[in-house]
């Protein structure tokens, strides 16, 4: 089993900037890739941002530009970078790691909120 723990959001007003952070626990070697996903009240959760083992990386259109992520793919920790914030960014954020065996692995969410 894998445990991710989250740590790093808050309040902020927009224009602000944040930085998420996750680290895996366990049986970290099923690991295949990691991200974060975020969910706001009355929507869906939505992909924002991932990166591969080899380090490739992926954004939503909607943080490209403002969101970076980066990794440690030996020790299997993830952040995320939030700069120039909108409240359209509150959300709880949520770690996720992609099991290559099996379902995948997901953090107790960590609540950001942007204030106008």
């Known amino acids: 089993q894998v445990q991710l723990v989250e740590s790093g959001g808050g309040l902020v007003q927009a224009g602000g900037s944040l930085r998420l952070s996750c680290a895996a626990s366990?049986?970290?070697?099923?690991?295949?890739?990691m991200g974060w996903y975020r969910q706001a009240p009355g929507k869906q959760r939505e992909l924002v941002a991932d990166?591969?083992?080899?380090?490739?990386?992926n954004y939503a259109d909607s943080v490209k530009g403002r969101f970076t992520i980066s990794g440690d793919n030996n020790k299997k920790t993830v952040s995320l970078q939030m700069s120039s914030l909108k409240p359209e960014d509150t959300a709880v954020y949520y770690c996720?790691?992609?099991?290559?065996?099996?379902?995948?692995?997901w953090g107790q969410g960590t609540q950001v909120t942007v204030s106008s």
């Open positions: 996720n790691a992609i099991n290559r065996w099996g379902p995948n692995y």
């Open positions: 366990g049986r970290i070697f099923s690991i295949n890739a």
């Open positions: 990166i591969t083992s080899g380090g490739s990386t």
